[in-house]
C-alpha cells in the first residue's frame, strides 16, 4: 500500500509539474507576442535606418583595410537587429495565423522555427509578398552576418600579415634611414657607438628591426603564392639570412617593442615570428618532408599532393619563385643562409646574445599526442 501511494505521488508530481511547464511556457508566448506587438514597429523601422548604415557608411568602411575590421564588426552586429525583427516578425505571422499550437511547435524547433512556420502560413494563406519580406529579411540576418565576418576577419589577416604598414612602421618611405643603410653599416654605427660609449648596453635595434622585416617581405612573397601553409617544404637555405640570426633579431624586434609598449606591432611580430620555429627545416628533413617519408610513408611527391588545391600548377610556382623546382643538396650547402651564424658573429651585429629556442617539429608532436591518446 505504502509502494502505490508512492507511485501515485510520484504521478501527481509529474503531472503538476508538466501542467506548471506549459503554464509558464503559455506566459511566456503570451508575454513575446504582447512585446512583439509593441516592438515590432518600432524594430522595422530601426531596421531601415540599420540598413542605410550598413549600405552607406559600414560596407565602405569595410573595402579599405584600415577601417575594414570596423566595418566588419559594424555589419556583423547589425544583423542581429535583423535577426530581432525577423523573430517578432515571424511570431507574430504564426501566433495571429495558427495560434498557441503554431507558436509552440516552432519554438520546439529550436526556437527560430516560428519563422520557417510563419513562411509555411504565409504560403498556405497565399500571402506571397508577406512570404517576400520573411525571405529578405532572412537574407539580411545571415548575408549581413557572413559578410562582416569575412571583411573583418580579412582585415585582421591583412593586418597581422603585412606588419610593416602598421603603425609608425607605415611612414617607412624613402626619407627612412633604412633604405639607405645597409646591414653592414648598421652594424659599423653601432659598434662605433659603443666604442665611444662603453657604459652603453642597449642592442642593436636597427639591424634587428630591418632583418624582421626582411624575413616578413620573405613570408610575404609566399603568402602571395598561395605557399605559406606549405613553408615545411622550403629550406632554410632560402631564408634572407641564417635562421637562428633571423631568430636573435626577433628576440630583439620583441624587447624594442615591449619597451615602447606597442601592443598591437608585438603581437603582430610574435604571429609573424612563429615560422621561424615550427618551419624553413634543414635539408634532411626538407627531403623528408618533399617525398613524403614522414607522413605515414606514403611516398607521394610534395608539389603533386599538397599544393593541389590551392596553387594551379605549384611546382611551377615554386620555379617562378625560387627559380628551381627542387632545391638540391649542392644548392642547400652553397647558400650562406644554410649554416647558423655564430655566438661571435650574433653579439657582434647584435650586441647581445638572447637565449635562442629550437625548431619544433610539428608533426613528431602530433605523433606523441596521437600515441599518448591511444595509450
Request: glycine fraction near 8%; hydrophobic fraction near 45%; charge should be negative.
Amino acid at each position: 500500500m505504502k509502494e502505490k501511494l508512492k507511485n501515485i505521488g510520484s504521478y501527481v508530481l509529474g503531472i503538476g509539474g508538466f501542467i506548471l511547464i506549459l503554464f509558464l511556457g503559455i506566459l511566456m508566448i503570451k508575454g513575446a507576442v504582447w512585446v512583439g506587438e509593441y516592438a515590432l514597429q518600432w524594430l522595422i523601422n530601426f531596421s531601415w535606418i540599420v540598413f542605410a548604415v550598413n549600405l552607406f557608411i559600414l560596407l565602405p568602411l569595410a573595402l579599405f583595410k584600415k577601417t575594414g575590421v570596423v566595418g566588419g564588426i559594424g555589419m556583423l552586429i547589425s544583423s542581429y537587429v535583423f535577426g530581432l525583427t525577423l523573430w517578432f516578425l515571424g511570431l507574430l505571422l504564426t501566433y495571429f495565423t495558427w495560434g498557441f499550437l503554431g507558436v509552440f511547435i516552432g519554438l520546439i524547433l529550436g526556437g527560430v522555427g516560428v519563422i520557417p512556420v510563419a513562411m509555411l502560413a504565409s504560403i498556405v494563406n497565399g500571402d506571397f509578398l508577406t512570404l517576400l519580406v520573411l525571405v529578405i529579411l532572412t537574407a539580411l540576418t545571415f548575408g549581413t552576418r557572413m559578410l562582416g565576418i569575412y571583411l573583418a576577419a580579412k582585415a585582421e589577416k591583412d593586418e597581422d600579415v603585412k606588419i610593416y604598414k602598421d603603425a609608425e612602421y607605415e611612414e617607412k618611405d624613402e626619407k627612412s634611414p633604412l633604405t639607405f643603410k645597409e646591414n653592414e653599416e648598421l652594424i659599423y654605427a653601432y659598434n662605433l657607438l659603443r666604442e665611444k660609449d662603453p657604459v652603453c648596453d642597449k642592442p642593436n635595434y636597427e639591424l634587428a628591426k630591418k632583418v624582421f622585416l626582411d624575413f616578413n617581405e620573405f613570408n610575404l612573397r609566399n603568402t602571395e603564392n598561395g605557399l605559406m601553409m606549405y613553408l615545411k617544404f622550403i629550406p632554410k637555405s632560402l631564408l634572407p639570412y641564417p635562421k637562428n640570426y633571423i631568430k636573435c633579431a626577433y628576440y630583439i624586434f620583441l624587447e624594442k617593442l615591449e619597451k615602447e609598449n606597442d601592443i598591437r606591432m608585438f603581437k603582430n611580430v610574435q604571429h609573424i615570428g612563429t615560422w621561424l620555429f615550427n618551419a624553413y627545416p634543414d635539408y634532411k628533413k626538407y627531403k623528408e618532408n618533399i617525398t613524403g617519408k614522414n607522413t605515414n610513408g606514403n611516398g607521394k611527391k610534395w608539389m603533386d599532393d599538397a599544393l593541389k588545391d590551392s596553387v594551379s600548377n605549384p611546382r611551377e610556382s615554386f620555379k617562378k619563385i625560387y627559380g628551381v623546382y627542387e632545391i638540391s643538396e649542392e644548392d642547400y650547402n652553397n647558400s650562406t643562409s644554410s649554416i647558423d651564424s655564430t655566438d661571435e658573429k650574433l653579439i657582434h651585429d647584435f650586441g647581445v646574445l638572447p637565449e635562442i629556442e629550437e625548431d619544433v617539429d610539428v608533426s613528431e608532436v602530433m605523433k606523441r599526442v596521437e600515441y599518448e591518446e591511444i595509450d
